[in-house]
C-alpha cells in the first residue's frame, strides 16, 4: 500500500480514495500561513455498494498528510459495512495464515 491514505485501510476491503489539503484563504486576499482544511473521500472499490463517504476537517492537529481524515473515514465505512452487510471481498491477514 502507498501514498498518504494509508489510514484509512480497512482490513478486509480494497479502498479506493483521495487525500486532500487545501489551505485556508485570508479575508486580505492570500492565504494564512499554516492554516489547512484536510479530507479524505473513499469507497469499497470491489464492492457493488453504492456508498462513499467524504471526511473533512478544517485546521486538525497533525493536517500534514491528511493524518487525521483517514481514521475518521475507515471508522465511518467500517460501521456502514457492519450496517448495510457489505462483506469483506479481501481474506484478512489471519485468514490466509490459517488457510495458507
Known amino acids: ?18 487525500t486532500g489539503t487545501a489551505e485556508k484563504a485570508a479575508p486580505e ?14 469507497f469499497f472499490a470491489d464492492s457493488d455498494s453504492k ?5 473533512s476537517m478544517d485546521n486538525p492537529d497533525g493536517a500534514e498528510g491528511n493524518a487525521p481524515t483517514g481514521p475518521l ?5 467500517k460501521f456502514a459495512a457492519n450496517r448495510y452487510m457489505i462483506e469483506p471481498v479481501v481474506a484478512s491477514v489471519a485468514a490466509q495464515s490459517v488457510a495458507g
Open 1 to 18: 500500500m502507498e501514498g498518504t491514505g494509508k489510514s484509512a485501510a480497512i482490513e478486509g476491503y480494497n479502498i479506493a480514495g483521495k
Open 51 to 55: 456508498l462513499a463517504c467524504i471526511t
Open 73 to 77: 473515514f475507515a471508522s465511518i465505512m
Open 29 to 42: 486576499g492570500g492565504y494564512i500561513p499554516d492554516e489547512y482544511i484536510v479530507s479524505f473521500v473513499g
